[in-house]
């Protein structure tokens, strides 16, 4: 009879994952919340499902300050549940009121990806309103240095990489988590086979 250590994780809060549109926050999120066997939720699904209309409607017949006030709606909802993990959209972590609101409640991570690797993610998208600019490249260059200081405010920051799978980049986001007891525990199991 061998034995073999296992590696359990509890997620003891949301981890709220922030970045650019780009980033991987929804792929990376997703492959993170079945390792960690949590539910994964995109706030930008449920701000549509909430509206009955897609992201770029509300912008379109709303504007931008409507839209901000619903996502800070979703978010107070969805952080009132149990550890899960969140995709935020890329601009949720900017406002005040959404960080303080991520901090008292849970983790805000940071994919951190060159402008570069965002560029070839979303150049070809239809669905990214603040991108149907006249240049849109660099309209997300400028969007990248404004935010950039916001999104550098969360605790917790993991470098995106072109070389890497989905599953790999989950993989580092886990790893980088476990480093951080008070979100992510390992508890060590000793199997027998």
Same mark, same amino acid.
């Given at each position: 009879?061998?034995?073999? /250590?296992?590696?359990? =994780?509890?997620?003891k !809060?949301t981890?709220?994952?922030v ?5 991987? $926050?929804t ?5 993170l ?12 699904d449920?701000i549509?499902r &909430?509206?009955?209309r897609?992201?770029?409607?509300i912008?379109r017949?709303h ?5 901000r006030? $619903? ?10 549940? $149990?550890?899960?993990?969140?995709s935020t959209g890329?601009?949720? =972590? ?6 303080d ?5 849970a ?5 951190d &990806? *060159? ?13 990214r *309103? ?6 849109? =490249? ?6 990248? $240095?404004?935010?950039?200081p916001?999104y550098a405010? /969360?605790p ?5 990489e ?8 989950? !993989? !580092?986001?886990r790893?980088?988590l ?7 525990k /390992?508890?060590n199991h000793?199997?027998s086979?």
């Amino acid at each position: 009879m061998r034995s073999s /250590a296992c590696v359990a =994780y509890e997620l003891k !809060k949301t981890v709220v994952l922030v970045g650019m549109m780009g980033a991987g $926050k929804t792929a990376v999120g997703t492959a993170l919340a079945r390792l960690l066997n949590v539910p994964f939720i995109d706030q930008d699904d449920e701000i549509e499902r &909430a509206a009955n209309r897609t992201i770029a409607e509300i912008f379109r017949d709303h504007g931008e300050p409507f839209f901000r006030q $619903k996502e800070t709606q979703v978010l107070e909802r969805l952080l009132s549940a $149990k550890p899960m993990v969140l995709s935020t959209g890329g601009g949720a =972590y900017l406002q005040e009121r959404n960080r303080d609101l991520i901090g008292s409640h849970a983790t805000a991570l940071w994919l951190d &990806a *060159p402008l570069d690797l965002l560029w070839a993610r979303v150049r070809h998208r239809t669905t990214r *309103p603040l991108l149907m600019t006249s240049d849109p =490249y660099q309209t997300l260059a400028d969007m990248v $240095k404004v935010r950039t200081p916001f999104y550098a405010q /969360a605790p917790i920051h993991v470098r995106a990489e072109h070389n890497r799978s989905v599953e790999d980049m989950a !993989k !580092k986001v886990r790893d980088t988590l476990a480093e951080h007891p008070e979100v992510l525990k /390992a508890n060590n199991h000793v199997q027998s086979n």
